[in-house]
C-alpha cells in the first residue's frame, strides 16, 4: 500500500532531550516536507527536500533539522526541544514538484515539557 | 496573513444537505487544492484544479475557480456523517518557490 509511515504516533519529552521523528514514503517520490500544525496558526512548512541531498528551509526552520540520505526517508531532528515546539508533525511526499499533490503520513503530537 | 483563506471557519449542517466552503487568496496561483482533515489525522488530497480550469468534478465534490475573483469553493453534495472534517484548500503561486500555502481550513460538522 502507497504511503508516508511517520514515527512515534505520540511524544512526550522534556526541554532539550534531543529527538528524532522519522519518514519514510514507499512511493518513490522525489519530493518530501514536513508541516507542523498549530491552533489558529493553520499548517506551517519547516523543511524540504527536493531529492536525494537536497534541502532546504520553509517559513518556520529555526530548532529544526532535517536529513535525505535516501530518497525514501526524510527524518526531522530536535536537537534542544523547547516547549514552543510543542506541536502536531506532519511528514508529506509528492512524486517530483512541491506544487503536485501531496501524500500525508499521520502525523507525530510533541509535547515538550 | 495567508495566502488563501477559508470561509466559513465553521459549517454545521445535516445529513443529505449540500455543504459549500469558500476559498480566496491574494495573488496569482498555479493551482488550487483541496484537502480533507479528519481530527487529528493526516491530510488528505481531495481534488486540485489548475489556472486554467473553471471546474472539476470527482464523486460528489465539485470544485469551481473563479482567477478574475481570486477564489474556489467546494461544494459537497448530500452530505453524510462521514464527511465530518476541516477542509483546506491550498494554493501554489506562479512566482516564487512554487510550494503549497495552506489556508486555515473549514471545520465541517454532519448532523445525523
Known amino acids: 500500500e502507497a504511503q508516508v509511515t511517520q514515527n512515534p504516533r505520540y511524544l512526550i519529552t522534556v526541554t532539550g532531550k534531543k529527538l528524532t521523528v522519522t519518514c519514510s514514503q514507499n512511493m518513490n517520490h522525489e519530493y518530501m516536507s514536513w508541516y507542523r500544525q498549530d491552533p489558529g496558526l493553520g499548517l506551517r512548512q519547516i523543511y524540504y527536500?527536493?531529492?536525494?541531498?537536497?534541502?532546504d528551509k520553509g517559513d518556520v526552520p529555526e530548532g529544526y533539522k532535517v536529513s535525505r540520505k535516501e530518497k525514501r526517508n526524510f527524518p526531522l531532528i530536535l536537537e534542544s526541544p523547547s516547549p514552543n515546539q510543542t506541536s502536531l508533525y506532519f511528514c508529506?511526499?509528492?512524486?517530483?514538484?512541491?506544487?503536485?499533490?501531496?501524500?500525508f503520513g499521520s502525523g507525530t503530537q510533541l509535547s515538550v515539557l | 496573513s495567508q495566502q488563501g483563506e477559508e470561509d466559513p471557519q465553521a459549517l454545521s449542517i445535516q445529513e443529505g444537505e449540500n455543504a459549500t466552503m469558500n476559498c480566496s487568496y491574494k495573488t496569482s496561483i498555479n493551482n488550487l487544492q483541496w484537502y480533507r482533515q479528519n481530527s487529528g489525522r493526516g491530510l488528505v488530497h481531495l481534488i486540485l484544479?489548475?489556472?486554467?480550469?473553471r471546474e472539476k468534478h470527482s464523486g460528489r465534490l465539485r470544485v469551481t475557480l473563479d482567477t478574475s475573483k481570486k477564489s474556489s469553493s467546494l461544494l459537497i453534495t448530500a452530505s453524510r456523517a462521514a464527511d465530518t472534517a476541516s477542509y483546506f484548500c491550498a494554493t501554489v503561486l506562479i512566482q516564487g518557490a512554487q510550494k503549497l500555502v495552506f489556508g486555515q481550513g473549514t471545520r465541517l460538522t454532519i448532523n445525523p
Open positions: 527536500s527536493m531529492n536525494v541531498e537536497v534541502t
Open positions: 484544479i489548475r489556472s486554467n480550469e
Open positions: 508529506a511526499s509528492s512524486l517530483s514538484r512541491m506544487n503536485e499533490k501531496l501524500f
